[in-house]
């Protein structure tokens, strides 16, 4: 799965309306899809809400993006940049850092 990468943001929404995430676009991969887990098992879905004053982890082992067909594959220590789209806001343009593979981020409190 060379041409493939997971992705993993969190996405705040500090209004007072529901959204949903429904889709992200870069330059680095000619598709990126949005996915579950449920019972270890990946499920690609539409959209991922995103509740009014709460926010979405896309994180390992849960919510995440999938980006397919990769152009190339990015170096860790590189900042890849993602256009989030969303069924209410306007989109937002976000830079991700490429970790290792290995790289579990810490808990949070």
Same mark, same amino acid.
């Given at each position: @799965?060379?041409? @493939?990468?997971? /992705?993993? &943001? +969190?996405? %705040?929404?500090?209004?007072? $309306?529901?959204?949903?995430? +429904?889709? &992200?676009?870069? $330059?680095? $991969?000619?598709k990126v899809t949005? #996915?579950? +887990?449920?019972?270890?098992? @990946?499920?690609?879905?539409?959209?991922?809400?995103?509740?009014?004053?709460?926010? *979405?982890? *896309? $994180?390992? /082992?849960?919510? #995440?993006?999938?980006?397919? !067909? *990769?152009? %190339?594959?990015?170096?860790?220590?590189?900042?890849?940049?993602?256009?989030? #789209?969303?069924? %209410?806001s306007e989109p937002?343009? &976000?830079e991700v850092p490429?970790?290792?593979?290995?790289? %579990?981020?810490?808990? !949070?409190?």
């Amino acid at each position: @799965m060379e041409d @493939m990468a997971a /992705g993993y &943001v +969190t996405v %705040r929404n500090d209004g007072d $309306a529901d959204d949903e995430l +429904t889709s &992200v676009t870069t $330059a680095l $991969a000619g598709k990126v899809t949005l #996915h579950t +887990t449920e019972n270890n098992t @990946m499920k690609q879905v539409k959209q991922l809400d995103v509740p009014a004053g709460g926010k *979405l982890e *896309l $994180a390992r /082992g849960g919510n #995440h993006l999938m980006l397919e !067909k *990769l152009g %190339r594959k990015p170096k860790v220590g590189e900042k890849v940049t993602l256009t989030l #789209h969303f069924a %209410r806001s306007e989109p937002i343009k &976000v830079e991700v850092p490429v970790e290792p593979t290995t790289y %579990r981020p810490p808990k !949070k409190d």
